[in-house]
C-alpha cells in the first residue's frame, strides 16, 4: 500500500467542521477528532489527569469529569493559562493520533481539530483542508448548538487564529454558509488527494 496521506480538517469555532468529518465517515474515510480525543483523555488518562489536577487545582474534576464551564472560565480568561492547558494536553493527543494512524488501513485519513494551527499539530500532516463561514452564520449554529451568548462566543473566537489566517495557511477551503454544496467541495478534494 502507498503512503498513507493524513489531511487536517481545521476551521474556527462554529464553521462546520464536524459536519464536514461526518460526510467523510459516511463515504468511508477515517476521521480522528482531536477535540473528543482530548476530553476522553482529560477523564480517562490517570496521568494527565493528575498532570490537570497538579497544575490547575482538584476543583477542576467533579467525579472523575472535566468541570468544563470552570475550564473555560479559567482558560478563555486568561492566555498564559490555555497555553499551559493546551502545552498539558497536547502531547497526549499526538501520542493518542500516532497509535490511532498505525490501526488505518485507508490510503486519506483526516484529523479534525479547532486549533491545528496553534497547536502546531500541522506538522505531522500532508494537507490541510480549512472549513469557513461567515461569522453572523457561526454566531447563530454556537448559539443554537451551545446555548452561549455572543460574548461568551467572541470570547472563544479571540482566542483562536483569525478565520482569514486559517484559510490563507490551508491547502483548500471549503465554504459551509448553507449555498455551497459540501459534497461537490469534497469530491473536488478529494480527487486532487488521490
Same mark, same amino acid.
Given at each position: &500500500? $502507498?503512503? &498513507?496521506?493524513?489531511?487536517?480538517?481545521?476551521?474556527?469555532?462554529?464553521?462546520?467542521?464536524?459536519?464536514? $468529518?461526518?460526510? =467523510?465517515?459516511? &463515504?468511508?474515510? *477515517?476521521?480522528?477528532?482531536?477535540?473528543?480525543?482530548?476530553?476522553?483523555?482529560?477523564?480517562? /488518562?490517570?496521568?494527565l489527569m493528575s498532570l490537570?489536577?497538579?497544575?490547575?487545582?482538584?476543583?477542576?474534576?467533579?467525579?472523575?469529569?472535566?468541570?468544563?464551564?470552570?475550564?473555560? $472560565?479559567?482558560?478563555?480568561?486568561?492566555?498564559?493559562?490555555?497555553?499551559?492547558?493546551?502545552?498539558?494536553?497536547? *502531547?497526549?493527543?499526538?501520542?493518542?493520533?500516532?497509535?490511532?494512524?498505525?490501526?488505518?488501513?485507508?490510503?486519506?485519513?483526516?484529523?479534525?481539530?479547532?486549533?491545528?494551527?496553534?497547536?502546531?499539530?500541522?506538522?505531522?500532516?500532508?494537507?490541510?483542508?480549512?472549513?469557513?463561514?461567515?461569522?453572523?452564520? +457561526?454566531?447563530?449554529?454556537?448559539? $443554537?448548538?451551545?446555548?452561549?451568548?455572543?460574548?461568551?462566543?467572541?470570547?472563544? &473566537?479571540?482566542?483562536?487564529? /483569525?478565520?482569514?489566517? @486559517?484559510? +490563507? =495557511?490551508?491547502?483548500y477551503v471549503i465554504k459551509? /454558509?448553507?449555498?455551497?454544496?459540501?459534497?461537490?467541495?469534497?469530491?473536488?478534494? =478529494?480527487?486532487?488527494? @488521490?
Amino acid at each position: &500500500m $502507498s503512503e &498513507m496521506k493524513k489531511i487536517g480538517i481545521t476551521g474556527g469555532i462554529g464553521v462546520g467542521k464536524s459536519y464536514v $468529518s461526518n460526510i =467523510l465517515r459516511k &463515504m468511508n474515510y *477515517p476521521v480522528y477528532n482531536s477535540d473528543v480525543t482530548a476530553k476522553e483523555l482529560l477523564e480517562n /488518562d490517570p496521568n494527565l489527569m493528575s498532570l490537570i489536577k497538579n497544575n490547575f487545582g482538584d476543583k477542576i474534576y467533579s467525579d472523575n469529569k472535566i468541570n468544563k464551564a470552570l475550564v473555560a $472560565s479559567i482558560i478563555f480568561s486568561n492566555d498564559d493559562l490555555l497555553k499551559k492547558f493546551n502545552s498539558i494536553v497536547h *502531547p497526549y493527543v499526538f501520542e493518542n493520533f500516532k497509535k490511532w494512524c498505525e490501526n488505518q488501513q485507508s490510503e486519506i485519513i483526516f484529523k479534525e481539530a479547532a486549533i491545528l494551527f496553534e497547536s502546531n499539530a500541522v506538522k505531522d500532516l500532508d494537507s490541510i483542508i480549512c472549513v469557513t463561514a461567515s461569522k453572523d452564520v +457561526r454566531i447563530k449554529r454556537i448559539i $443554537s448548538r451551545d446555548n452561549k451568548t455572543v460574548d461568551e462566543i467572541e470570547k472563544i &473566537m479571540s482566542k483562536q487564529i /483569525d478565520q482569514q489566517e @486559517k484559510e +490563507r =495557511l490551508s491547502d483548500y477551503v471549503i465554504k459551509n /454558509d448553507g449555498d455551497t454544496s459540501i459534497l461537490l467541495q469534497l469530491d473536488k478534494i =478529494l480527487a486532487d488527494l @488521490k
